[in-house]
């Protein structure tokens, strides 16, 4: 499955009470580790499709 538009973990985070204590710092470097972590498994998607 491939979402045709992203959202940012910040509007997921936002509405969630449990996470207002993390700072835009914070969210940035999960949003960093994130964005990673998709463009690792599209490698994984695309060289899955090509075997």
Partial sequence: ????KR????E????????RHLTQQQIDEIQDEIDKEWRELEKVNVSAVTI
């Fill in 7 to 10: 959202k940012k973990v910040e």
């Fill in 1 to 4: 499955y491939k979402p045709a």
């Fill in 12 to 19: 997921y985070l936002k509405v969630q009470g449990r996470f």
